[in-house]
């Protein structure tokens, strides 16, 4: 299947599986995540209309987001952070999903520039415990969305979570329902949260069933990724 093929695949996918959860029309958006891929690949997409991209590693993404120079894009950063690229990645994206230290979060506020708007960030959280050392633990969500609203720059848009993958839909739902009731809570005070970023290509029918509003999507749309060759 060709990229173009692909990306028609997955947003008639989306929709579909809209109706069938009861979801609102256009609710879920899909996030082309485009880590390893070339400069001509994100082009394809583009061309298809696809204007959301999210990417992993700060010195790629920063090549590629200069390279297509395209002001209709959003890049979305969706990788583990170092603190010495939060100046990069608060210069170049328009959202962060994978907030989980106040250091990090500090930088990137410090550091957003004066002539954008407030960074869209999204907290991790690891809901799954087994396999990632990313994100913070829900009982810790809403001390630290507190510690976070000290900071103008940055604008908390929601939950993001990469839980471990599982095979089985009704097992893939669990961590899902989990982060949908917290968000559903963290919402009643909060109008400006209304993001949850959940679901890949393994599990985006389970995460569209509980609430998704963004599905990262990388293989389903792209193909298989290449072992890791790029510096971070
Ligand atoms: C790579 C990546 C994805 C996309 O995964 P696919 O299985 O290729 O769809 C989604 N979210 C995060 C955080 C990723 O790093």
């Known amino acids: 299947m060709s990229i173009i093929e692909n990306i028609d695949h997955i947003r008639k996918k989306i929709s579909v599986t809209e109706k069938r959860f009861k979801r609102r029309k256009s609710s ?18 583009i061309n298809q209309g696809q204007l959301h991209f999210g990417e992993n590693y700060c010195q790629e993404a920063v090549a590629k987001i200069e390279a297509i ?15 010495n ?38 907290v991790q959280v690891n809901i799954s415990y087994e396999n990632s050392k990313s994100g913070i633990m829900l009982d810790d969500v809403d001390g630290f969305i507190e510690e976070l609203e000290q900071f103008k720059r940055l604008k908390v848009r929601g939950l993001m979570s990469l839980p471990a993958p599982v095979n089985n839909f009704n097992k893939q739902r669990v961590p899902f329902s989990i982060l949908k009731q917290k968000l559903q809570e963290l919402k009643i005070s909060r109008p400006e949260i209304d993001t949850l970023s959940i679901g890949t290509s393994e599990d985006m029918t389970a995460a569209i069933a509980e609430g998704a509003t963004i599905v990262r999507i990388g293989t389903a749309l792209f193909g298989p990724r290449n072992v890791k060759t790029h510096t971070s």
Do not use: Y
């Open 28 to 45: 879920v958006s899909l996030l082309a995540v485009s880590k390893t891929r070339s400069v001509e690949t994100i082009i394809t997409a």
């Open 85 to 122: 690229k939060t100046r990069q990645i608060t210069n170049h994206f328009d959202w962060v999903h994978t907030i989980d230290r106040i250091k990090i979060a500090r930088l990137l506020n410090e550091q957003r520039p004066e002539n954008l708007d407030p960074l869209n960030v999204c």
């Open 69 to 83: 120079n395209n002001p209709k894009l959003v890049w979305h950063f969706i990788g583990p952070i170092q603190s």
